[in-house]
């Protein structure tokens, strides 16, 4: 089974932090995805990559950015943490080849800003 | 744009009944569409998902959902739910292009004993 880690269920930082958030994926996946999730929103993409160092904006990329220097690798980065950025974050992977194409989900990352 | 409404944020059901949760969607082209569930405190799994053929997809867990392209639905049921099905159930529409899913806002399912 694919496998999407990311590496901390919960973190507090304080404001004005610059905060890491990593995503591993083990499957060869070519797209990668971050979503923020809050309560009666649902699941909001931010950011995605369809390749090594490629990167799109989402539906609210304000106050972050992404990194993907390796495939298996993406990171979402809060240049500086603030309050209104509290929230569960997500991260998927997904790959493209024919039936199998589909979405795996990591077990979420739940950030407290301070 | 796209987009996903799940019309009911909480739904309660008495266990061994059966269970209808909506989805409409908006999407340009041949939509890839997508039923998750998320219990609490975890990441999302997939319960199934739907592509093209059989309009009747059957999924994990004993759900099925219907992709009704008239109505722009794709509603989710199960003909007999237990208490281990209480949880939030999310739809969300997509393409095959590099871009993500979208999401509906949830429905949150109540089981009553």
């Known amino acids: 089974d694919v496998k999407v880690t990311q590496s901390s269920r919960y973190l507090v930082k304080r404001t004005g932090e610059k905060v890491f958030l990593e995503c591993v994926q083990d499957?060869?996946?070519?797209?990668m995805f971050w979503y923020r999730q809050d309560p009666g929103l649902g699941l909001r993409l931010i950011y995605f990559?369809?390749?090594?160092?490629?990167?799109e904006k989402g539906d609210i990329p304000e106050g972050y950015s992404v990194s993907r220097e390796k495939k298996e690798r993406f990171s979402l980065i809060l240049e500086s943490a603030s309050t209104n950025q509290t929230s569960m974050y997500l991260c998927?992977?997904?790959?493209?080849?024919?039936?199998?194409?589909?979405?795996?989900f990591g077990s979420g990352t739940r950030l407290t800003v301070v | 744009a796209q987009s996903v409404t799940q019309p009911d944020i909480h739904i309660t059901v008495s266990e061994g009944a059966s269970l209808e949760l909506r989805c409409n969607y908006s999407?340009?082209?041949?939509?890839?569409l997508f039923w998750y569930v998320q219990s609490p405190g975890q990441g999302l799994q997939l319960l199934l998902k739907?592509?093209?053929?059989?309009?009747l997809v059957q999924g994990i867990k004993g759900f099925e959902a219907e992709f009704k392209r008239s109505q722009s639905s794709f509603n989710l049921r199960k003909p007999s739910v237990h208490w281990s099905d209480a949880a939030e159930y999310f739809c969300?529409?997509?393409?095959?292009?590099?871009?993500?899913?979208?999401f509906g806002k949830g429905t949150h399912l109540i089981i009553q004993p």
């Open positions: 499957m060869d996946h070519e797209n």
């Open positions: 990559s369809y390749d090594v160092k490629m990167k």
């Open positions: 969300a529409v997509g393409g095959g292009g590099a871009d993500g899913l979208t």
């Open positions: 739907y592509f093209s053929g059989d309009t």
């Open positions: 999407y340009g082209a041949t939509p890839y």
């Open positions: 998927a992977s997904r790959t493209n080849r024919g039936v199998n194409y589909g979405y795996t």
